[in-house]
């Protein structure tokens, strides 16, 4: 099966500063997004990650917080950027079309990182 | 705007029991619907997809419902396992792929 890969896995990082998370996936896939998921709490969509043009985001996410590239089918970034301590949460990539899986639509999504703001 | 319910939101269960995990959803105007596990710190494990055309799909010991017209499914866990702790969520595709996210069940397996 397809590996799906982030770096770092985990960071700490200060108030103020921004942090770019890479999502990598061994083979091309069909879409990519990214979610958080704030501590205790389930998974929120931020956007969808469109290659070559610019992300579809989601209620209450924007480009100039949470920036997102796509340049190519197995490849996505998001920027955190300007952090606070309310963006502490664990943020994960997920994809769809995987080559070789036979349910239709299937998701699957990466380890996570594990974001920390001091 | 699609909402999704999951209870219990936790449960704790003596090994080898039987149990069911419920999910209900707002909006039945659906495409799939998909059960994942996922353990303390990590990523999420995709463990049974309902396409809205169907009634069920198993795996293993797992076997999971989908009643589109009522907005609920169901995952039943068979002969449950102290490996089987973790946290339980049931996901909802309306389009586009995007997943609305139910809040979890907290599975403890007890030995």
């Known amino acids: 099966s397809a590996v799906i890969s982030q770096k770092p896995s985990r960071d700490i990082c200060q108030r103020g500063t921004s942090l770019t998370i890479q999502c990598q996936v061994d083979?091309?896939?069909?879409?990519m997004f990214w979610y958080r998921q704030q501590p205790g709490q389930s998974l929120t969509l931020i956007a969808t990650?469109?290659?070559?043009?610019?992300?579809?985001?989601e209620s209450g996410f924007v480009i100039d917080k949470f920036p997102i590239s796509r340049p190519n089918l197995t490849f996505s970034t998001l920027t955190v950027s300007n952090m606070s301590p309310e963006d502490s949460s664990i943020y994960l990539c997920?994809?769809?079309?995987?080559?070789?899986?036979?349910?239709?639509?299937?998701?699957?999504f990466g380890p996570g990182t594990r974001l920390t703001v001091l | 705007k699609q909402e999704v319910t999951q209870i219990p939101a936790a449960l704790s269960v003596p090994e080898g029991e039987n149990l069911v995990l419920n999910c209900s959803f707002t909006?039945?105007?659906?495409?799939?619907l998909q059960w994942f596990r996922q353990d303390p710190g990590k990523g999420l494990t995709s463990l049974l997809l309902?396409?809205?055309?169907?009634r069920e799909q198993t795996s293993g010991r797992l076997n999971a419902s989908l009643d589109k017209s009522s907005g609920r499914s169901t995952l039943y866990i068979a002969a449950s396992q102290p490996g089987d702790s973790a946290t339980y969520l049931c996901?909802?595709?309306?389009?586009?792929?995007?997943?609305?996210f139910g809040g979890g069940t907290r599975l403890m397996v007890k030995p």
């Open positions: 309902i396409q809205s055309s169907q």
């Open positions: 083979s091309q896939v069909t879409m």
């Open positions: 997920s994809v769809v079309g995987l080559a070789g899986v036979t349910r239709e639509n299937e998701q699957f």
């Open positions: 996901a909802v595709n309306n389009a586009g792929n995007m997943l609305t």
């Open positions: 909006d039945s105007a659906i495409y799939n």
């Open positions: 990650a469109n290659q070559g043009s610019e992300a579809t985001y």
